[in-house]
T-cell receptor, first 115, second 116 residues
């Protein structure tokens, strides 16, 4: 069965510093990988996805993520954090083929950017 | 806004009540989903509908009953719930025509359900 691990429940970073939110996955075959962000009292918003091609994917609000097949990772990054980036971040995986079709989410990482 | 609207935003219900959650999407998507979000836990997929047909039921208790009258609307009927069912219920939709899996899901703002 597929799974996603977000090893850090909480990440704190100072404004202006680079940030990384970690994600590792397990899936049969090639993965489709997604990052979503959730602000308080809101639903999830799509940030970016990896389907194929370049391992570095750029998304909304200056975020990017790097797909590393050997390490089965898809870490979310941003060169310079903003206070407004403070939110709950979810990584998700979906197998590109096979009988298991659905999107599987991690448990989320709360990012706090300190002014 | 994401194009997926959920009502109500907040709901408090007793264990003997019957209530319904509503979801509507204006994106022309063919697939719709119900997720349960509890604190510190991964999102739990509850039900999946594709072109109005239920394609997945992830061992959800029968006190949760979904209904999908058309591709734009999805309901979750609730009855005799338990306090542990208190959570944020999220609806989502995606364009999965032709068996595509690379499309992102769009989420509503959720219904915060409290069972007392």
């Amino acid at each position: 069965a597929q799974s996603v691990a977000q090893p850090e429940d909480q990440v704190n970073v100072a404004e202006g510093n680079p940030l990384t939110v970690k994600c590792t996955y397990s899936v049969s075959g090639n993965p489709y990988l997604f990052w979503y962000v959730q602000y308080p009292n809101r639903g999830l918003q799509f940030l970016l996805k990896y389907i194929t091609g370049d391992n570095l994917v750029k998304g909304s609000y200056g975020f990017e993520a790097e797909f590393n097949k050997s390490q089965t990772s898809f870490h979310l990054k941003k060169p310079s954090a903003l206070v407004s980036d403070s939110a709950l971040y979810f990584c998700a995986v979906r197998p590109s083929s096979g009988s298991a079709r659905q999107l599987t989410f991690g448990s989320g990482t709360q990012l706090t950017v300190l002014p | 806004e994401t194009g997926v609207t959920q009502t109500p935003r907040h709901l408090v219900m007793g264990m003997t009540n019957k209530k319904s959650l509503k979801c509507e999407q204006h994106l022309g998507h063919n697939a719709m989903y119900w997720y349960k979000q509890s604190a510190k836990k991964p999102l739990e997929l509850m039900f999946v509908y594709n072109f109005k047909e239920q394609t997945e039921n992830n061992s959800v208790p029968s006190r949760f009953s979904p209904e999908c009258p058309n591709s734009s609307h999805l309901f979750l009927h609730l009855h005799t719930l338990q306090p542990e069912d208190s959570a944020l219920y999220l609806c989502a939709s995606s364009q999965d025509r032709g068996g595509r899996r690379d499309t992102e899901a769009f989420f509503g703002q959720g219904t915060r359900l409290t069972v007392v």
